[in-house]
């Protein structure tokens, strides 16, 4: 019997969930960046929020010592009692709240999916989460992902979120308000009496805060972090605390964050965490540890860097000509480009393409952040490449 051929069949779409999804603008522009370098182009980059340190010596013998003690082995999926018990620590003694290590705090492979977990465990499809502009687009797009409405809620001029902000803009399917202060991508730090009042607000509307503390270490000009959950009685049941070593102890390789709050979703994050990624690497875990209960000289040492650096960009900056806000917090510098003609914010992504195309300078165009008419440059960057980045805008011409 001649064989008959199988009908040729198309093969099954992507899921509609990732066809709308676009990449992390700011890895994309980091890709960009280095196709060019790779092509042998001088590209300078400002572009991905990545400390320029090495991670601290005593950190990495932490995690030499875990491989030599044979610490290689699965883990509890939410992490280690140690590391949990450091991060609760680190919870009481830098933010003044105590939290219950083995049902209140879950281990994550970063602060990303620390926060991804977050919406997954408290989003139903449709539901609504109000999200800060400018805003990393990260926690947008992760709503969006878990089939939720990110409902985009502008900032003030000096982007720093006030429940004035807020107001009008829950609805019954409002689950949660992002705070992330100091922010990524603006630098923009809170007034602690706005974060306390924004607590309030959840709570008397019964939504939670998911808090996004990345930053809180890199403060400048006597700026102040406010932890969401501590200042208002009952807080800690509102609040979903989402942190991370990447910054703070230049260990954005290593892969940990964490998550804070009520036993109820951290237990329902456990169990996701089961299902999916399991334990974050158990060396990196050991070596987090460290980072959260060793010597934190290193912490000061690199925010002091960072600020003599954000003062000597954004001079910088201002001298070639760009509006640029001083920023209080965090490591980028968020200037503005010029206006078009009709007097309406500049295209920041075709100005971010042309600085990488004619002075091989990259950055981010604000457009990334729900924003327009700005860039974001992270001064994560050593002295002379910021230098070479400011003479390289003075002959691009402002
Ligand atoms: N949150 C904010 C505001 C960030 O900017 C970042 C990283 O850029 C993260 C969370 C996640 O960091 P990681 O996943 O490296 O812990």
Redesign the pocket.
Known sequence: MPETAPPVRTAPALSERLQTMAPSP?IAASARARALAREGKPVLELT???PDFDTPEHIREAAHKAIRDGKTRYTPSGGIPELKGAVARKLHRENGVEYDPATEVCIC???????YNVMVALLNPGDEVIVPVPT?A??ADQVALVGGVPVLVPMGPDNRLRVADLEGRVTPRTKAVIV?SP??PTGAVMHPEDVLAITRFAMAHGIFVVA?D??EHFLYDGAKHQFSANGVDGARDWVLA?N????TYAM?GW???YVAGPSRIVKAIDALMTQTTSNPSSIAQWAAVEALDGPQVCVHEMVAEFDARRQMFVSGLRAVGYECPMPEG?FYAYPRIPLQADGSPGDSNAYAMRLLNDAHVSCVGGKAFFDEGTLRMSYAASRAVLQEVLDRLSRFGH
């Open positions: 700011t991905v929020g990545e492979n970063g602060g990303k999916q620390a926060l990393w990260t926690f992330n922010s990524n996004d990345t930053y989402v991370t070593v990447s910054k954005t892969r940990i964050g965090a």
